[in-house]
């Protein structure tokens, strides 16, 4: 049964085209009915004005129209019935979440995502994997077509600029990088102070080592440099010999050293070699891994970890996304100790 709004004929209309700097009136006309039907001005099953008293009431052009119809029933937004017309779809609500690369954790964190959404929110997940061009085709090509934003920022430094095509209030930044907008939202881990806490708290294991040696090369990580000053800080803080190392080196690998590893593929290569030099994981040699995973909790009788909570990351993500409210958080990081160390 379909809702008939004569929108345009009530003398102060519901839905307003807003004519925005650069858009198009076929962009204008596309991103007026979405920002209707994600403000719940106009709501599944809303019949909508036909081509042409849209025409009629707009200025716009038959053919404008008609096309920015196509455009809505392309995404899914508006749907059509002989002799009904065009209505808003019963699905309309729908969530642009773009991580940087599939990984254990992020798969948690997009687990927890969507555990905590209804079942009628769409969510399409893309990957950007750090390239510049692939990160802004992807959010220039969603532009309009979502209800909100969940963008996993391309690097540390600020808020990419492509991002300030999209409502602020619609935006959620996750992870990193440091909102130009104070309207933002965003959810991010503090890669520098909350790391040298969790080291201070893992001290006295730490110490049981003659050496620190960090395995991280920012070339093969997107994970910023401000770990290296960080943990290097630590160590001459206690007197803890450091190194930093590009890769693991099966030549120079040494018993009485704790390796603080970035990357799953190091941390791999770290266990592999222990084993063939028969040191023992957490006596000889010790491991501290960034980023805690499933996997983590069980190889080598557990690794501990200096990792923020994904899953608390995805549940806070869809809370802003159904609660629609301002969200301005720096997540906890946790030390979690196992046999690793």
Same mark, same amino acid.
């Given at each position: 049964?379909?809702?008939?709004?004569?929108?345009?004929?009530?003398?102060?209309?519901?839905?307003?085209?807003?004519?925005?700097?650069?858009?198009?009136?076929?962009?204008?006309?596309?991103?007026?009915?979405?920002?209707?039907?994600?403000?719940? /001005?106009?709501?599944?099953?809303?019949?909508?004005?036909?081509?042409?008293?849209?025409?009629?009431?707009?200025?716009?052009?038959?053919? /404008?129209?008609?096309?920015?119809?196509?455009?809505?029933?392309?995404?899914?937004?508006?749907?059509?019935?002989?002799?009904?017309?065009?209505?808003?779809?019963?699905?309309?609500?729908?969530?642009?979440?773009?991580?940087?690369?599939?990984?254990?954790?992020?798969?948690?964190?997009?687990?927890?995502?969507?555990?905590?959404?209804?079942?009628?929110?769409?969510?399409?997940?893309?990957?950007?994997?750090?390239?510049?061009?692939?990160?802004?085709?992807?959010?220039?090509?969603?532009?309009?077509?979502?209800?909100?934003?969940?963008?996993?920022?391309?690097?540390?430094?600020?808020?990419?600029?492509?991002?300030?095509?999209?409502?602020?209030?619609?935006?959620?930044?996750?992870?990193?990088?440091?909102?130009?907008?104070?309207?933002?939202?965003?959810?991010?881990?503090?890669?520098?102070?909350?790391?040298?806490?969790?080291?201070?708290?893992?001290?006295?294991?730490?110490?049981?080592?003659?050496?620190?040696?960090?395995?991280?090369?920012?070339?093969?990580?997107?994970?910023?440099?401000?770990?290296?000053?960080?943990?290097? /800080?630590?160590?001459?803080?206690?007197?803890?010999?450091?190194?930093?190392?590009?890769?693991?080196?099966?030549?120079?690998?040494?018993?009485?050293?704790?390796?603080?590893?970035?990357?799953?593929?190091?941390?791999?290569?770290?266990?592999? /070699?222990?084993?063939?030099?028969?040191?023992?994981?957490?006596?000889?040699?010790?491991?501290?891994?960034?980023?805690?995973?499933?996997?983590?909790?069980?190889?080598?009788?557990?690794?501990?970890?200096?990792?923020?909570?994904?899953?608390?990351?995805?549940?806070?993500?869809?809370?802003?996304?159904?609660?629609?409210?301002?969200?301005?958080?720096?997540?906890?990081?946790?030390?979690?100790?196992?046999?690793?160390?």
């Amino acid at each position: 049964m379909f809702r008939h709004l004569f929108l345009f004929d009530m003398p102060k209309p519901n839905l307003k085209i807003d004519g925005q700097a650069g858009q198009t009136k076929l962009q204008q006309l596309v991103h007026s009915i979405t920002e209707a039907i994600s403000h719940g /001005t106009l709501k599944a099953g809303d019949l909508l004005p036909s081509v042409n008293q849209l025409s009629r009431n707009t200025g716009f052009s038959r053919d /404008t129209v008609f096309k920015a119809y196509n455009i809505l029933k392309q995404r899914n937004v508006v749907e059509s019935a002989p002799m009904k017309g065009y209505y808003v779809a019963g699905e309309s609500f729908k969530v642009f979440m773009l991580l940087d690369d599939f990984s254990a954790f992020k798969e948690q964190l997009y687990q927890s995502f969507r555990k905590n959404l209804p079942d009628s929110y769409a969510v399409d997940l893309l990957f950007h994997h750090y390239n510049p061009g692939v990160f802004k085709q992807l959010v220039e090509n969603s532009l309009g077509r979502y209800s909100m934003y969940i963008v996993m920022n391309i690097d540390e430094e600020g808020m990419d600029p492509v991002l300030q095509k999209i409502d602020p209030n619609k935006l959620l930044l996750l992870d990193m990088g440091t909102p130009d907008n104070e309207k933002v939202n965003y959810l991010l881990q503090d890669f520098n102070e909350s790391l040298v806490g969790c080291m201070e708290q893992g001290l006295e294991h730490l110490k049981k080592y003659n050496r620190l040696v960090l395995v991280y090369d920012h070339k093969s990580t997107p994970h910023p440099e401000v770990i290296v000053d960080a943990v290097e /800080t630590f160590c001459k803080r206690h007197s803890i010999p450091f190194k930093r190392t590009n890769k693991v080196a099966p030549d120079n690998f040494e018993a009485g050293t704790v390796y603080f590893v970035v990357r799953d593929a190091d941390l791999v290569e770290v266990i592999k /070699t222990c084993r063939s030099n028969n040191f023992e994981l957490g006596k000889d040699v010790g491991v501290l891994s960034y980023n805690d995973t499933p996997m983590k909790q069980i190889v080598g009788g557990g690794i501990s970890v200096i990792s923020t909570d994904f899953e608390e990351m995805g549940h806070e993500a869809a809370l802003f996304v159904k609660n629609k409210q301002k969200i301005a958080r720096v997540l906890p990081t946790s030390l979690i100790l196992r046999e690793s160390i």
